[in-house]
């Protein structure tokens, strides 16, 4: 899951920290975003690669307290569960019914951390230098962007990024990224539910229910 989610602040943190004009439609919805009291929001994963004779879909949700606290959610039923509730994160298996206890800054989970904005490394400043620019299209309240990489380690991994938001919601609706092997990851984001009450309970885990790894 972390490579699959990266992409999203390290593309957030290079586009709003560039100053030409034709960005500034997304830098004012990133912005709004920000002030999400909540959000709540399901997804669509879709991975391709040449090594697989058919595609690999998969369904999920995220619940998420901006700055606060987060559930991102994989499989229907859930096949992994990544909780943080303002201290510690917690990565969950259920099949194998075990879990692992990290440090925010742990680089598991750091890529995580960084998609939702969390964390001083998600500022726009530090990040604004991972990826350069190649096209921007806005059309009918959507904005889109297509980006590479700059930086040598990120570029063995990822070669190419396409990020689709929705201007009237101020949230993304399309986040793909080709890897250097021809693998390709679509994530598709419905419409999200804004400012809506999450229950505390979301954010906490019965943890007699797993066996946990150091």
Sequence with gaps: MPRQIITILLILTGIAAAKTPELLPFKQALQ???????VVV????TKKSPALSSDVKKTGQL??????AFR?????????TVI??????LVLEHKTKTARRLSPNNKKVKPLFLTLGMGEDSSFEKM?????INSTNKDKGRYAVTLSPKKRSIKRHIKSLLMQLNLSTSFTEIISWTQRDGTQTITEFARPKINTNIPASTFQVNESNYTWKK
């Excluded at 709004?32 to 909540?38: G, I, L, P, R």
């Excluded at 399901?42 to 994963?45: A, D, G, P, S």
């Excluded at 943080?84 to 994160?89: A, I, L, R, S, T």
């Design 128 to 132: 604004s230098s991972a990826f350069k």
């Design 32 to 38: 709004k975003q920000a002030n999400h009291k909540s």
């Design 63 to 68: 619940w998420l307290l901006p700055k606060k």
């Design 72 to 80: 991102w959610e994989l499989g229907q039923p859930a096949e992994k």
């Design 42 to 45: 399901k997804f669509r994963q």
């Design 84 to 89: 943080y509730n303002g201290k510690d994160v």
